[in-house]
């Protein structure tokens, strides 16, 4: 069955949507719509905060494009549905660019107020990011109400071949909440490691936005966007992730330790194939299977990947 674009109902909703700034409460949404607000949630459209029970719309592009992959994906006949599903999507995706924003979008350095812009910020953000995701998260203990919902967010995009590293302090190998969420994540295929020194927080999303506070008390978020800006912050991360310890979360959490690797994946590297024979055999992305092989790398320790195949082929023995 072929995924139905939005009708013209559900196309009203998510511009009216889009006219209160694209954040409104799901309450106020289902009282004016509800069948039209589950469909654009289904499709995407609308992402919800299980927080506050707020949506967020997100960029239809990006709707757009999964549907086309679907498409894509199916029979001969469909094939011409999914040249145009993108297409179909230009009416909203003008009104999306055309939208009025909390925070302007002209400016490389955006100032969001408010934990409810900010994550409607970030949310919009990841719904558009595909590569990787690089954080610093200073302070030990993540907050407990979060983590069902972030673990979620994390093998959706891990499963995507989204890389995600994040760093921490060393107060949350002591936090039994924290580590139980960092061994399920790393399992999944996330990579953690622990710093035992001060450092900033920090968000930065495909290499092109940073998100870091811009009060002391983090009410307030700094979204940037300047290139040589988001590159020193990059360089800063990198320099403090190559200091990092690895921590073992699975033994801390008293788990199997595993490396969230698919073993089709790691039987085929041991036998010498190429990273884009691999994802040939498998198919799936070259951009996939290099993140698959970052994370063997990384719960390996090994430098390289020529280290890391021989490393394979010993355990295949």
Do not use: C
């Not at 690895?246 to 073993?263: C, F, I, K, N, T």
Request: aromatic fraction near 4%.
């Amino acid at each position: 069955m072929s995924p139905r674009l939005p009708n013209d109902a559900e196309r009203t909703l998510y511009r009216e949507v889009l006219a209160q700034g694209g954040l409104v409460l799901l309450r106020e949404a289902m009282e004016q719509d509800p069948d039209a607000t589950l469909r654009l949630v289904e499709l995407g459209l609308l992402v919800r905060h299980d927080t506050d029970r707020s949506l967020t719309a997100v960029n239809p592009r990006t709707v757009g494009a999964r549907l086309s992959a679907e498409l894509r994906g199916a029979a001969g006949r469909k094939l011409d549905q999914a040249e145009h599903a993108a297409g179909q999507l230009d009416a909203l995706a003008h009104a999306y660019d055309s939208a009025p924003r909390h925070a302007a979008r002209r400016s490389e350095v955006q100032h969001v107020a408010t934990h409810q812009q900010i994550r409607h910020r970030i949310m919009q953000i990841e719904a558009e990011m595909h590569e990787e995701t690089l954080a610093a998260q200073p302070g030990g203990a993540r907050p407990t109400r979060f983590m069902r919902q972030a673990l979620l967010r994390d093998r959706h995009f891990l499963a995507a071949g989204v890389v995600l590293r994040t760093l921490y302090q060393p107060g949350a190998e002591a936090h039994r909440p924290t580590v139980s969420y960092a061994a399920a994540a790393t399992r999944a295929g996330e990579r953690f490691r622990v710093l035992d020194e001060p450092f900033q927080r920090m968000l930065i999303f495909d290499r092109k936005t940073a998100v870091i506070p811009a009060a002391a008390d983090d009410s307030t978020a700094a979204f940037i966007e300047d290139p040589a800006v988001v590159a020193l912050l990059v360089e800063r991360f990198e320099r403090d992730w190559a200091r990092a310890e690895r921590v073992d979360w699975q033994a801390l959490a008293g788990r199997p330790r595993e490396s969230g690797v698919p073993p089709e994946l790691t039987e085929l590297l041991a036998a010498g194939l190429t990273q884009k024979a691999i994802a040939s055999r498998l198919a799936l992305s070259e951009r996939t299977v290099a993140a698959h092989i970052a994370r063997l790398r990384e719960h390996h320790g090994a430098a390289t990947l020529v280290q890391l195949g021989w490393l394979m082929r010993e355990s295949a023995r």
